[in-house]
């Protein structure tokens, strides 16, 4: 029976990035790693699997114990290989000619079509990418799978399927997975570890469950350390009476007892509960008013790829104030390509009308692309802002605000993480207060308190938008209308669920 045993494990170098992780990971153990971007659940994944060394405590687990692991990004020697072949190559070597059938198996689970079969890696899209490297990371057999971010990339259509195939097909194995998708999360595990530098947290059940156990758990440590702090201060209170009252009256009793009183207010200090405290991380989306009731009028468009291939059609379609649109449909059904097309809407308003699109005088527009490709990577991240028109103080204090302290806003915007960036590109669209947001996967590489503080920005600054996303907790939260792509026609699914 496979199990792993993590006591008192932390790992840092010069701070840490996660403390005091003790748990067990045994076969029936489904377990969701959920932390903050940076907050060192990479390191711990390589902790586990023995590509690093903890910086205290242990990990107990057996010598011959096989990973299959399924990082984020397509190794490199895998671009020109076709998709059948990267799955087949994690067969063992002696055993391919008559194994060969378990690929077959992994490619019907996910409904991989017949044409996608022999195509090399680089020609498939992200979905199909991550779905392959994690069918070929389950083939190898492995006694441990480990995901990192699977949903990333994935259609909603998708997700379901890994969601079906993971409690189908899995089931037996110890799954590990790194995930910010809150619904994914729930659907496939059965335990949780929130890491953090201060308290980290394991609970025997899926993330909403365990995400209100770890609240509570944080309120009762937050009462406990206010009682010992008023404690603390009661006693250096009566030290220094005490210490005045012997030295005013010559009295070496009342000297020693308030160098006792003094001494254990002291180890009360070193001892103190510990509190964890979320970084300063603010999100905020200005939405100004508008007099018109409506931002932008539809009328009659055809949404074409770049080689002009018709994706889908729009009949008449209104988008009010305070109205958040979602758009749905597969990986490849043109919802990018109608943002874009709505974005050079903006750019040239006079050709838009002739095409069907009208757009409010007024409309100040943000656009956010799931690869932040406005991003300027060789700029440094208080540049950035500087180069928008604000003043250095106030770039200063707002980066702060959004999570990048002053010692940081001199690196290169290129070294961000994928969560920091998008973390300096929604500050740069609350600094540029538009009315009108199109937001194109704005989720992607956001930690989950990244998610919830975007989805308060956008309802409770009343954004208007057009959002396309996968991440279901997201689009539930925020959408007042949804829209999906069927037949190559954009057709209403209804209010908000």
């Known amino acids: 029976m496979t199990q792993i045993r993590l006591e008192n494990v932390s790992f840092g170098f010069s701070d840490p990035l996660i403390s005091d992780v003790t748990i067990t990971i045994s076969s029936e153990h489904r377990l969701g790693i959920v932390g903050n971007n940076g907050a060192g659940k990479s390191s711990l994944i390589k902790c586990i699997t023995g590509d690093l060394e903890p910086t205290t405590g242990r990990?107990?687990?057996?010598?011959?114990?096989?990973?299959?692991?399924?990082?984020?990004?397509?190794?490199?020697?895998?671009?020109?290989?076709?998709?059948?072949?990267?799955?087949?190559?994690?067969?063992?070597?002696?055993?391919?000619?008559?194994?060969?059938?378990?690929?077959?198996?992994?490619?019907?689970?996910?409904?991989?079509?017949?044409?996608?079969?022999?195509?090399?890696?680089?020609?498939?899209?992200?979905?199909?990418?991550?779905?392959?490297?994690?069918?070929?990371?389950?083939?190898?057999?492995?006694?441990?799978?480990?995901?990192?971010?699977?949903?990333?990339?994935?259609?909603?259509?998708?997700?379901?399927?890994?969601?079906?195939?993971?409690?189908?097909?899995?089931?037996?194995?110890?799954?590990?997975?790194?995930?910010?998708?809150?619904?994914?999360?729930?659907?496939?595990?059965?335990?949780?570890?929130?890491?953090?530098?201060?308290?980290?947290?394991?609970?025997?059940?899926?993330?909403?469950?365990?995400?209100?156990?770890?609240?509570?758990?944080?309120?009762?440590?937050?009462?406990?350390?206010?009682?010992?702090?008023?404690?603390?201060?009661?006693?250096?209170?009566?030290?220094?009476?005490?210490?005045?009252?012997?030295?005013?009256?010559?009295?070496?009793?009342?000297?020693?007892?308030?160098?006792?009183?003094?001494?254990?207010?002291?180890?009360?200090?070193?001892?103190?509960?510990?509190?964890?405290?979320?970084?300063?991380?603010?999100?905020?989306?200005?939405?100004?008013?508008?007099?018109?009731?409506?931002?932008?009028?539809?009328?009659?468009?055809?949404?074409?790829?770049?080689?002009?291939?018709?994706?889908?059609?729009?009949?008449?379609?209104?988008?009010?104030?305070?109205?958040?649109?979602?758009?749905?449909?597969?990986n490849g059904s043109g919802k990018s390509s109608f943002l874009k097309m709505m974005r050079q809407a903006f750019d040239d308003p006079e050709r838009a009308k002739q095409l069907g699109i009208q757009i409010t005088p007024q409309a100040r527009l943000g656009y956010l692309d799931q690869n932040l490709s406005d991003l300027p990577l060789e700029t440094t991240i208080r540049k950035f802002i500087v180069d928008l028109g604000f003043p250095e103080q106030l770039a200063k204090v707002r980066l702060v605000d959004a999570g990048f302290p002053f010692r940081e806003q001199e690196r290169p915007v290129g070294v961000l993480g994928h969560g920091e960036r998008s973390r300096l590109y929604l500050l740069s669209l609350q600094l540029l207060r538009p009315n009108f947001y199109l937001l194109d996967e704005p989720t992607n590489r956001l930690d989950i308190t990244g998610q919830e503080r975007l989805e308060s920005a956008i309802v409770d600054d009343g954004a208007s938008c057009i959002l396309v996303s996968h991440d279901r907790s997201f689009v539930d939260a925020v959408g007042t209308s949804f829209l999906s792509i069927h037949n190559r026609k954009l057709v209403s699914i209804g209010p908000r669920r």
């Open 59 to 330: 990990i107990i687990r057996p010598k011959s114990l096989r990973f299959g692991v399924v990082e984020q990004d397509l190794p490199a020697e895998l671009h020109d290989v076709s998709l059948r072949d990267v799955i087949a190559q994690a067969l063992a070597e002696g055993k391919r000619d008559f194994e060969s059938w378990k690929v077959d198996v992994a490619l019907d689970a996910f409904n991989t079509p017949a044409d996608l079969r022999d195509r090399p890696m680089e020609a498939l899209s992200g979905g199909w990418r991550r779905l392959t490297l994690i069918a070929r990371a389950q083939v190898s057999d492995p006694d441990v799978l480990i995901l990192d971010e699977p949903t990333n990339h994935l259609d909603l259509k998708k997700i379901v399927a890994l969601e079906n195939w993971l409690n189908t097909y899995a089931l037996g194995v110890p799954l590990l997975v790194v995930s910010h998708d809150r619904r994914f999360l729930d659907n496939c595990t059965n335990q949780t570890l929130f890491v953090r530098p201060v308290r980290s947290a394991a609970y025997p059940c899926p993330y909403s469950v365990a995400r209100r156990l770890l609240e509570a758990d944080d309120r009762s440590a937050g009462a406990q350390r206010d009682k010992e702090l008023v404690e603390i201060r009661r006693l250096e209170k009566s030290a220094h009476t005490l210490r005045e009252i012997g030295r005013n009256n010559y009295s070496d009793d009342a000297a020693l007892k308030s160098r006792q009183i003094a001494e254990r207010a002291r180890k009360m200090k070193e001892n103190l509960t510990d509190v964890a405290v979320e970084a300063r991380r603010e999100i905020r989306l200005d939405s100004s008013e508008l007099k018109r009731k409506w931002l932008i009028r539809i009328d009659n468009v055809d949404v074409r790829s770049p080689t002009g291939e018709l994706l889908f059609k729009i009949g008449k379609l209104d988008i009010a104030q305070n109205e958040r649109l979602v758009i749905q449909g597969p």
